[in-house]
């Protein structure tokens, strides 16, 4: 099973609203990842946990916090957002270390299309 | 900090080779990703050299050359479900933490 899942696919809100983006897998991976992706552009990195903690915060907003509540688990909780920050939000996860032979392999979620007015 | 530069588009016909190069600057490099994305979908992952040489899995094959900074996608017997974008993406250490740093992508465009 090499298969990452968040919920839910599509979400609008406010200005004023908050929400939360969730993320699963459950591949055993130690290493999970927070993107955001605008169209036509890379994903650009946000968070990563490694072993459930925050080991990289790339300068994000603080009305994006994250949360791993288990291995398995990645939350993404939003407040306040601005209509700027409209984007898809991928999950990823990897092992950390990599596996043998040295393949290091980040498997990707479907991700959230977050529209914020 | 890690940038990677790849061409921004590349058109070619069903049935051709293509070949998506990739060049890249970073401190802590350890391998390189390639990756494809459809419209509106994610990420998918293709192909991951750490050592330098050729890695071929089916139609796609993945070149990298440490000293030179260097690696190439190579697509071939090309489809038309092939048309979409491919990033390289170099992993690097970042403290205690390794990190997935993504170039701007190349849109791949098949023609019948």
């Known amino acids: 099973d090499t298969e990452v899942t968040q919920t839910p696919k599509h979400l609008v809100m406010g200005m004023t609203n908050k929400k939360s983006l969730k993320c699963e897998q459950h591949m055993g991976h130690r290493a999970m990842y927070w993107y955001k992706q605008k169209a036509k552009k890379p994903p650009e990195l946000m968070f990563v946990y490694s072993y459930e903690k925050l080991s990289i915060n790339e300068s994000v907003p603080s009305r994006f916090s994250p949360e791993c509540p288990n291995s398995s688990l990645l939350n993404l909780h939003l407040h306040a957002l601005q209509p700027e920050d409209s984007a898809l939000y991928l999950c990823?996860?990897?092992?950390?270390?990599?596996?043998?032979?040295?393949?290091?392999?980040?498997?990707f979620g479907p991700g959230t299309r977050l529209t914020v007015l | 900090g890690q940038s990677l530069e790849q061409p921004s588009e590349v058109t070619a016909v069903e049935g051709a080779i293509v070949q998506i190069n990739c060049t890249y600057q970073t401190s802590g490099f350890y391998g390189l990703s390639w990756y494809q994305q459809h419209d509106g979908g994610a990420p998918t992952f293709l192909s991951y050299?750490?050592?330098?040489g050729l890695e071929e899995t089916g139609r796609f094959s993945s070149f990298l050359s440490r000293s030179d900074s260097y690696g190439y996608l190579l697509l071939q017997e090309l489809q038309m479900k092939d048309s979409a974008s491919y990033f390289c993406a170099g992993w690097a250490s970042s403290g205690s933490a390794r990190q997935l740093t993504f170039g701007s992508g190349t849109q791949l465009t098949v023609l019948p």
């Open positions: 990823a996860s990897s092992q950390d270390p990599p596996e043998p032979p040295l393949v290091n392999t980040q498997y």
């Open positions: 050299n750490a050592l330098d």
